[in-house]
């Protein structure tokens, strides 16, 4: 058990609409990084926020948010969803801003019919 | 071409037999190297971190960075049935984002 926990665990849903995925962190950790997960795409990092602030950016869609609360629980919003979307979604932290190991969450399992 | 290349597999071998995972990169910058290993349907774990070249050891694990040759490996000793998992390489360099690999299935028959 990494210490790093998100719900929900799976998530079905439809095309155009919304779902909010949280994570949250290791007790401690600063650093909270969203990650995608499909077949054929790989690990791919979308966004890092540092106690509060966004640190880092990756392949992130403009139809997808987060944002990191006072607590450091983070929440990542995915609108107008596509059948592309459907993808494992990991959440992972570190206790600074980014040079240290990335404990990883179980993920949200995301499928969009 | 992406960065960090790793051949997806599946490479599937006999319990007991030595594997030899590998990453090939580009950017010399490089400096930070490491190996997750995932389980179906869990999230990665980390299972080696090395500095720069050379070999770091743990247990059945090692890891080696050659960096003339931009090219790191994870060897697996004795190799067991709970060692099939995908294998993902991931570096970086001393401030920047992780950049990772696609991540190698590997597959012990007992």
């Known amino acids: 058990d990494s210490g790093v926990t998100q719900t929900p665990k799976h998530l079905i849903t439809a095309t155009g609409q919304r779902v909010t995925l949280r994570c949250s962190p290791r007790?401690?950790?600063?650093?909270v990084y969203w990650y995608q997960q499909s077949l054929d795409q790989g690990l791919q990092f979308l966004i890092q926020?540092?106690?509060?602030?966004?640190?880092a950016k990756g392949n992130i869609l403009e139809r997808f948010s987060a944002q990191q609360f006072p607590d450091l629980h983070s929440e990542l919003n995915l609108s107008s969803l596509e059948l592309g979307d459907s993808a494992l979604y990991f959440c992972?932290?570190?206790?600074?801003?980014?040079?240290?190991?990335?404990?990883f969450g179980p993920g949200t399992r995301l499928l969009v019919l | 071409q992406k960065e960090v290349e790793q051949d997806p597999g599946p490479l599937s071998v006999p319990e007991g037999a030595i594997v030899s995972l590998n990453c090939t990169y580009s950017?010399?910058?490089?400096?930070?190297f490491m190996w997750y290993r995932q389980y179906s349907r869990k999230g990665p774990e980390l299972l080696m971190y090395?500095?720069s070249s050379g070999n770091k050891e743990d247990g059945r694990f090692t890891a080696q960075v050659d960096k003339s040759s931009k090219y790191i490996s994870l060897f697996i000793r004795d190799s067991q049935p709970s060692d099939s998992a995908t294998y993902l390489c991931?570096?970086?360099?001393?401030?920047?984002?992780?950049?990772w690999g696609a991540g190698t299935k590997l597959i012990i028959k007992p």
């Open positions: 950017n010399s910058a490089f400096q930070y």
């Open positions: 007790s401690g950790d600063l650093s």
């Open positions: 992972a932290s570190s206790p600074g801003t980014g040079k240290e190991t990335q404990y």
């Open positions: 991931a570096m970086r360099e001393s401030n920047y984002q992780l950049i």
């Open positions: 090395t500095y």
């Open positions: 926020y540092y106690n509060g602030e966004e640190r």
